[in-house]
C-alpha cells in the first residue's frame, strides 16, 4: 500500500562534463587528418634483402621501389616509406615491428 505522504523523486545525478569546445574539436579532426609517415630506421641486425622483402610484403612495392626504400635506408639512417591517415600509417608501424624493423610514425608539418 502506498501511503499518503508525497514521495520525493530526485532526478538522477547528473555530472558536470564539459563537452570540447567547437575549436578543440576543430583542431582534433584537423590532426586527425594530417599526413602521418611512416619512418623506418637503420638497425644493425637486419639484411638488405631481408629488409627489401618486408617492404614488398607490406607495402606491396615491387622490387625495384622496395630497394630504393632499403638502400635510402642504409646510407641516411631512415627512409619514409608511406605517408597518409594516422590509422593506416599505425597498422603499417605495427606490421615492421611484426616483422622485427625499427619504424616510427611522424605527423608530417
Do not use: C
Not at 4 to 20: G, H, K, M, Y
Not at 30 to 58: A, C, G, K, S
Not at 76 to 89: C, Y
Amino acid at each position: 500500500m502506498v501511503s499518503s505522504e508525497a514521495i520525493l523523486v530526485q532526478p538522477p545525478f547528473r555530472s558536470t562534463i564539459e563537452s570540447p569546445s567547437i575549436e578543440q574539436e576543430h583542431r582534433t579532426r584537423e590532426e586527425l587528418d594530417l599526413p602521418w609517415q611512416v619512418v623506418v630506421h637503420n638497425d644493425p641486425i637486419n639484411l638488405m634483402t631481408y629488409v627489401t622483402m618486408v617492404f614488398q610484403r607490406v607495402f606491396g612495392f615491387n622490387r625495384e621501389k622496395a630497394e630504393k626504400h632499403m638502400l635510402e635506408v642504409h646510407r641516411q639512417g631512415r627512409s619514409i616509406v608511406w605517408t597518409g591517415l594516422r590509422e593506416r600509417a599505425e597498422l603499417y608501424v605495427q606490421q615492421l615491428h611484426g616483422y622485427l624493423l625499427l619504424a616510427t610514425l611522424e605527423r608530417t608539418n
